[in-house]
């Protein structure tokens, strides 16, 4: 009977070690959702999580600024022109203790390679820290990404998509299949 016990406390030991360890992976419950206490899905709209260093939204305010520093970002990369900013976003973020990049790409027409290589080269510099990337809804962002994705990295059409899809591509989605159909 002894035997039996040990046996049936040891099955429970691995039980609940599996079930920490699925826990632990469980992005329900891990810092995927809530950055270092941070929940962004519910500060940040639209908002977009496709890795777990990447983060991409919408237009930024000092408050979702200073939830992104809580959440431990280093970098905020903007897309947005000057004129659509409503503050000093260059100074906020500093004044939060992130880095700050801007790529003004104001709509479809600047989708072009010089500015989707310069998007590249950005992201190349900060590969590895954990990145916010904004333009007013996401959706400039998912299309410099799906850009990249078929341009620079030779992705096959329906995986450079899907990427600026997780990116939040949406109302340019017909703009960029146009664009990646032709060879750069």
Known sequence: MTSQKNATSADQLDHSAA????????????????????????????YFRPDANTIV???????????LAKAGVDVVINLQADDELIFDESASVAQAGMQYEQLSISGAAELKQLKILAFDNIL??????????????????????ALR????R??????????????????LEDEVYKRLLVPR
Do not use: Y
């Open 149 to 152: 994705a078929g341009w620079l």
């Open 19 to 46: 079930i920490e360890t699925i826990a632990a992976n469980d992005s329900s419950t891990n810092d995927d959702v809530f950055d270092n206490g941070v929940d962004l899905a519910v500060i940040l709209k639209p």
């Open 154 to 171: 030779g992705r096959k059409m329906d995986t450079a998509m899907e990427r600026g899809r997780s990116h939040g591509l949406t109302e």
């Open 124 to 145: 190349r510099q900060h590969h590895g820290k954990k990145i916010a990337v904004h333009c007013g809804s996401g959706n400039r962002v998912g299309a410099a990404i």
């Open 57 to 67: 939204c919408g237009a930024l305010d000092d408050e979702k600024i200073v939830a």
